[in-house]
């Protein structure tokens, strides 16, 4: 079965003020279509640089980055970006909500920038407003919503033009837990129910502990994560209940 992503060799370095700062070491990394994978890291470890580089929004020094059978790291700026706005999902740590335009105006707009009538994006903005559970809020502002509303709205806005690929970086890092909870359920199984890949950036083990597959990220270096409890790496794994391979 083909990867919906692949990553192989990826490097990257920062200039500081004591030369190059290596950020990622060679890091592999591959995700199947349906597979939720998480990246435990402390903060500063390179999950956001990580994730910034498979989602195009940054080039590595070193190494290859496919969306299937294209090559990534090939392409140009303009076909990156063309590219992204089809096969890539994002969902942010902050909602990067546009603070002018309501719920429903938020999720269509990937959905106009892809070349969607209006009423086309009307209507799957609103398909995904009921997914979330926030139909009552379609014409609500960001600054009328609580956290958690408003990363509902960030997490059907990543949705709108049926990913492939959905990266999350630290998508709960703002909640409470309860509220950080019910979200990374609903992230999972919006993953399962429509086969999505996603790869998720979290610093919460407990919350990483509920994907299929699970890494450390330590000094640029990507390895299988170890159960801190039972001390076995935690490989690709299906939850109870969950949709099989």
Partial sequence: MEA???VQGLCKSYASGAGRLEVLRGVDLS????????VLGASGSGKSTLLQLIGGLDR?????IRYGDREV???DDEERAALRNRYVGFVFQHHHLMAEFSALENIAIPLLVAGASRTAAWARAGELLELIGLQARATHRPAQLSGGEQQRV????????R???VLADEPTGNLDRATGEALHELLYSVARRWRQSWLVATHNEYLAGMADTRWRLEEGVLSPWEDPVGGAPAGPSRPEGGMSR
């Fill in 73 to 75: 790291t090939r392409l």
């Fill in 31 to 38: 995700l199947r279509p349906g597979e939720v994978a998480a």
């Fill in 60 to 64: 590595p020094d070193a190494g290859t």
């Fill in 4 to 6: 919906v992503c692949s």
């Fill in 154 to 161: 960030a997490l059907a806005r990543a949705l709108a033009n």
């Fill in 163 to 165: 990913p492939r690929l």
